[in-house]
């Protein structure tokens, strides 16, 4: 059964205070091992927010000394579900962070197009020219985009397409 970030975050909750480490603590003990971590990581990480990244899952276990992720009959299997899970949660926000940088785009490339449009005294022609020419370069951006990334469930639409395309490593492959 996979457990999803909330629950993964309580259960860190609670492992570090059966353990009595304060959140600055084990952020400590993180950044020992050369992540850049801070109160406020285990903050969200602990209330679901933040997801634990795969560099971080190792080390995290070995400071607790203790199994968040479960074990399965097979461990390949778990580690599998694992990354695949990990991997989709990056690729969404990875897509969402680019949709919403077209969105940005586009609106800027209208403002600039009706602000290039309306310059027409003398001096200003060429400053309009251009940032009308500027303005229609960035909405075509948007319009030439791919069209899952029109859509709110982008993420989702992305994963949807690579599905079966990518291969997630075994966990001796990923630690070559």
Same mark, same amino acid.
């Given at each position: 059964? &996979?457990? $999803?970030?909330?629950?993964?975050?309580?259960?860190?909750?609670?492992?570090?205070? &059966?353990? #009595?480490? #304060?959140? $600055?603590?084990?952020? $400590?003990?993180?950044?020992?091992?050369?992540?850049?971590?801070?109160? &406020?990581?285990?903050?969200?990480?602990? +209330?679901?927010?933040?997801?634990? +990244?795969? #560099? /971080?899952?190792? $080390?995290? /276990?070995?400071?607790?000394?203790?199994?968040?992720?479960?074990?399965?009959?097979?461990?390949?299997? =778990?580690?599998?579900?694992?990354?695949?899970?990990?991997?989709?949660?990056?690729? &969404?926000?990875?897509?969402?962070?680019?949709?919403?940088?077209?969105?940005?785009?586009?609106?800027?490339?209208? =403002?600039?197009?009706?602000?290039?449009?309306?310059?027409?005294?003398?001096? #200003?022609?060429?400053?309009?020219?251009?940032?009308?020419?500027?303005?229609?370069?960035?909405?075509?951006?948007?319009?030439?985009?791919?069209?899952?990334?029109?859509?709110?469930?982008?993420?989702?639409?992305?994963?949807?397409?690579?599905?079966?395309?990518? =291969?997630?490593? =075994?966990?001796?492959?990923?630690?070559?």
């Amino acid at each position: 059964m &996979k457990k $999803d970030d909330f629950e993964i975050g309580r259960e860190l909750a609670n492992i570090r205070l &059966k353990r #009595s480490l #304060s959140q $600055d603590q084990l952020a $400590d003990m993180m950044n020992e091992r050369g992540h850049q971590w801070s109160r &406020k990581t285990v903050w969200s990480m602990e +209330r679901g927010i933040r997801s634990i +990244r795969l #560099s /971080e899952a190792y $080390d995290l /276990e070995d400071v607790l000394g203790v199994s968040l992720f479960g074990k399965a009959e097979s461990e390949d299997a =778990t580690y599998k579900e694992f990354v695949e899970d990990r991997w989709e949660n990056e690729v &969404k926000d990875a897509v969402e962070r680019i949709r919403l940088a077209y969105d940005e785009a586009y609106e800027l490339g209208l =403002t600039l197009h009706l602000v290039g449009f309306r310059m027409d005294d003398g001096e #200003s022609k060429e400053l309009a020219a251009c940032l009308s020419g500027f303005g229609e370069g960035l909405s075509r951006l948007y319009s030439d985009a791919p069209e899952f990334l029109h859509g709110k469930d982008a993420g989702e639409e992305f994963i949807r397409l690579v599905r079966g395309h990518v =291969t997630p490593p =075994t966990q001796e492959e990923d630690k070559a």
